[in-house]
């Protein structure tokens, strides 16, 4: 099956802008109704997420339902008119949405990433401009990593002073929910190196969105290409981004914990689908002697073993987002080294958890399992493709260094 049709080379065949919301989005009044929220919404993108990733259907209907809920103003401050929920909750959230269909979990990320780097390094006249665009439901989706650079923090995209508005150009990829967004944040460079974030309009003249996502996995997040040609953006539009890691901020550890929630909801769903099966459609082993496939002793231990890691997983996930919180509230070195410090401990589980539970599903699920008709490889391929974003040996390293050493983690977005 032919994922992509779309040519990079020809740029007429760029995807058009969508329209932004008539209507204002929903404001979810605290944590437990933004739970409730993403429960809600998980039912009815799960009943089609199947179908979503075997055609490769743009998940456009469920993207608006996804906004327009509220749910992508969750971490706007409440000095702003947001609800600012816990980061616990935000994580939860995101886990909620990833186990029913982890493309729409992951699109949200870079949207609630820089919605957090706006209350860090933004002044107020900008805050308010900004925030008032996502509480009316406008979605931001992002143009940040390059394809060729050596480094994930090299970057050729570079920008110009035109008086009040600024020239972009360069080009983009792993442009995840450019496609169907409002604004596309921009990480781009001054004459300085400095990053900022360059937040265009998606229909702006020269800025470019490609359909050209062909990866196995997490394959409607839509994460392709963007060409920036004289790309103008006013600065009110224009984020200093690299302040948020020249002095301690939780921003590094914002982008990442989502990113554990997304894996921690691959795990979930792929748990689940195990036990339905198990359940539904296995068959016991010749040698178990037991009468349903449920009753095996060496998959109830391995269910039981799986699930056990989940937990461990989430109870680390929900204490880097109290972490998280204390690090906004209060940034130090010592508290945003431990928001780091959690997160990081959670994404090895998470990463761990999710290839470990999407690998098992078909060993305890059986050959059945396999066929095309359920489509349960999408798991794997999801838990494949997703924890590829920041290397857990990498998380390891950090982790030893901090409790060996007292050395702190860098400061940057993957961190």
């Known amino acids: 099956m032919t994922l992509s049709q779309v040519n990079t080379e020809n740029a007429v065949q760029a995807v058009p802008a969508v329209p932004r919301p008539t209507a204002p989005a929903h404001l979810i009044k605290d944590d437990a109704e933004a739970i409730a929220v993403a429960r809600q919404l998980a039912t009815e993108f799960v009943k089609e997420s199947a179908k979503r990733d075997r055609d490769r259907i743009w998940p456009v209907a469920e993207l608006d339902a996804f906004s327009q809920s509220g749910l992508w103003s969750i971490n706007v401050p409440t000095a702003f008119g947001g609800p600012e929920v816990s980061y616990a909750t935000l994580a939860k959230v995101i886990e909620i949405i990833s186990a029913a269909d982890s493309s729409i979990g992951q699109i949200a990320q870079n949207h609630l990433g ?45 920008f110009t002073d035109a008086g009040d508005h600024i020239v972009v150009n360069g080009r983009k990829f792993y442009s995840s929910g450019a496609l169907l967004a409002h604004l596309v944040p921009i990480v781009t460079l001054d004459d300085e190196g400095r990053a900022w974030y360059a937040i265009a309009e998606r229909d702006a003249p020269g800025l470019t969105v490609i359909d050209d996502w062909s990866s196995f996995g997490q394959r409607t997040t839509l994460s392709g290409t963007v060409l920036l040609d004289n790309v103008k953006v006013p600065k009110t539009h224009l984020v200093p981004g690299y302040k948020g890691y020249e002095v301690p901020t939780a921003d590094g550890a914002i982008f990442q914990i989502i990113q554990v929630a997304v894996d921690t909801g691959i795990a979930q769903a792929a748990i689940d689908e195990t036990v339905d099966f198990v359940r539904t459609k296995s068959r016991a082993w010749v040698d178990s002697g037991v009468e349903n496939a449920w009753d095996d002793p060496y998959t109830i231990q391995a269910v039981g073993d799986l699930t056990l890691r989940l937990h461990a997983a989430q109870a680390l996930l929900e204490k880097a987002g109290y972490a998280i919180d204390r690090a906004v509230l209060n940034p130090t ?44 490889d999408r798991h794997w391929r999801n838990a494949r493709t997703h924890t590829l974003h920041d290397p857990v040996r990498w998380k390891y390293s950090i982790l030893g260094k901090f409790f060996l050493n007292g050395e702190k983690p860098p400061l940057h977005a993957w961190s």
Request: glycine share 4%.
């Open 333 to 376: 070195a010592d508290t945003v080294a431990e928001a780091q410090i959690a997160t990081a401990e959670a994404k090895v589980l998470s990463t761990e958890i999710a290839i470990a539970a999407t690998n098992k599903l078909f060993e305890l699920a059986g050959t059945r399992s396999t066929l095309a008709e359920h489509n349960l």
């Open 114 to 158: 820089v919605v957090a780097a706006i209350r860090t390094v933004s002044d107020p006249a900008q805050q308010k401009l900004l925030f008032a665009e996502v509480l009316k439901g406008t979605r931001f989706g992002n143009a940040f990593s390059e394809f060729g650079s050596k480094r994930a923090v090299d970057f050729e995209t570079r």
